[in-house]
């Protein structure tokens, strides 16, 4: 404090105003050129190896903090070095970062040239209407738009992503009225609204729409991925064939409210995801169906479940309800529940509340093992002797000889387990094949319901069943 006040005493108020004016033009260089750098390299890389929301936060608030003090180290020493200079050519420390500062915003003011632009590539065709999607348009390129026919562009823009948009915005609308080709402004606001109206506005067009539409949005990114799926999804008569640049789930490991998981057969178990992450995985057409496994145990569920199920028909998305309490786990309910996943379109999603509750496992290893394991052959393996699968993962049955053993490892059955000693059994772990165990107690088996797929022997079945806390669950 006492430096502070000796600081304010012998420095007058132009400096202190000079000190502000360089830490926001060398904070505002600093920044976007390590946005466009080792920001989004870390972010990447950071993507890449499952870390969270929280975690990428985290990165870019301590990248805040690094530029806000390396701006301020810089600016103190330049002001200072000002102040005390009697150098003519001084006067560079105040024109020298306001050239940077406009050299930066010149780029961001114009994205034809900001890094990450995507390119024109994409197109759905139908019977009497054509859509093209991409990054926002210069000036030239509205011209040539107009030289290929295009009937007009739908401009995603919104005013109130300020700076930049409203500027674009202006400039878009003079442009397309010197070209003579129409605007039709559909403003969406990523992550923050629900986009209702301009929704409807899409949907009217492709009722009653004709020729070749150009829509775009910045950078050609999320919000043209949602105008995209929902073209998709109102029409069957589609020219997908250029269409690859959708972020699909197998790109990223983890979202704000647990890791994702792959169940087979395109299923996918997520955690509810954030209004940003569903716009940029679940909307953006790669994902065909979700269904919100989330139970009604509180109101704060219900709420949940009714405004996911507004927003994904806003959005034209297949939705269905199919609650399942985790914590109080229901085996024969769970068996509806994946029988009836069969007839839903694929990729699908799963939705529950989180995923880094412990019930996630038991739930990613039913379903797994329901999709992976074929019941019937493995219950023929022992004829004439019966198999019966007790849980998803878990089957039971009589002693198997060694053919036996390596037929089981074969079908997807990855450990034996003996639950009394026997002569012709004993712990083994072989890495050709099954792995077996011996487990002389009487106490619970839950645990093998979320490790992988079983095979349990040598104790009667109805000792068998009651070692485990769950109804089995019906076939």
């Known amino acids: 404090m006492n430096f502070l006040k000796k600081l304010a005493g012998q420095k007058p108020l132009r400096f202190y105003l000079l000190l502000l004016y360089l830490v926001g033009s060398i904070g505002f260089v600093a920044g976007s050129l390590l946005f466009w750098g080792p920001i989004r390299w870390t972010i990447d890389y950071f993507q ?8 990428e936060s985290l990165i870019i608030k301590f990248y805040i903090v690094l530029i806000l003090l390396f701006a301020s180290a810089i600016s103190y ?8 200079s009697e150098k003519r050519n001084k006067n560079l420390t105040i024109y020298l970062p306001l050239f940077f500062f406009a050299a930066i915003l010149f780029l961001w003011m114009n994205p034809q040239y900001t890094p990450g632009r995507s390119e024109r590539s994409e197109k759905i065709v139908l019977a009497r209407i054509s859509f093209v999607f991409g990054p926002y348009p210069s000036k030239a390129q509205i011209i040539q738009l107009k030289k290929e026919n295009f009937t007009g562009i739908i401009s995603l823009l919104h005013p109130a992503v300020v700076p930049f948009e409203p500027k674009l915005i202006s400039e878009e609308d003079a442009a397309a009225s010197e070209a003579g080709i129409e605007i039709i402004h559909t403003p969406m606001l990523p ?9 409807e506005t899409i949907k009217k067009i492709l009722s009653g729409g004709k020729g070749k539409y150009y829509v775009h949005c910045y950078l050609g990114k999320d919000r043209v991925n949602v105008v995209r799926r929902i073209i998709e999804s109102q029409n069957v008569a589609t020219d997908a064939s250029n269409i690859n640049t959708y972020r699909t789930l197998n790109e990223i490991h983890k979202f704000a409210g647990g890791p994702l998981f792959y169940l087979g057969k395109a299923v996918y178990l997520l955690p509810h995801p954030t209004e940003e992450e569903c716009l940029g995985y679940l909307l953006s057409g790669y994902v065909k169906h979700v269904v919100s496994l989330i139970d009604n145990s509180s109101a704060q569920n219900l709420e949940m479940i009714k405004k996911d199920s507004a927003l994904y028909a806003a959005y034209a998305m297949e939705f269905s309800h199919l609650p399942f309490d985790g914590k109080n786990f229901d085996y024969t309910k769970l068996h509806t529940i994946i029988d009836s996943l069969k007839h839903f379109a694929k990729p699908l999603v799963l939705l529950v509340k989180t995923t880094d509750q412990k019930e996630t496992l038991q739930l990613v290893q039913a379903i797994k093992s329901t999709f992976a394991l ?4 493995l219950e023929n393996i022992l004829q004439p002797e ?13 002693l198997p000889n060694e053919e036996q053993k390596k037929e089981l490892y074969s079908k997807g059955i990855q450990n034996l387990l003996a639950l009394a000693l026997t002569p012709t059994l004993s712990p083994s772990k072989n890495e050709n094949g099954i792995s077996v165990f011996v487990k002389k107690d009487n106490g619970k088996l839950d645990s093998l319901l979320s490790g992988g797929t079983w095979y349990l022997c040598g104790a009667p079945r109805e000792q068998t069943v009651k070692r485990f806390s769950y109804s089995i669950e019906k076939r």
């Open 48 to 55: 890449q190896e499952g870390a969270s929301d929280k975690t």
């Open 77 to 84: 020493l330049l002001s200072k070095r000002y102040w005390e």
């Open 191 to 199: 992550w923050v609204s629900q986009n209702i109206a301009s929704i």
């Open 374 to 377: 074929n019941t019937p052959e």
């Open 386 to 398: 019966k198999i019966e699968r007790l849980f998803p993962n878990i089957f039971y049955g009589p």
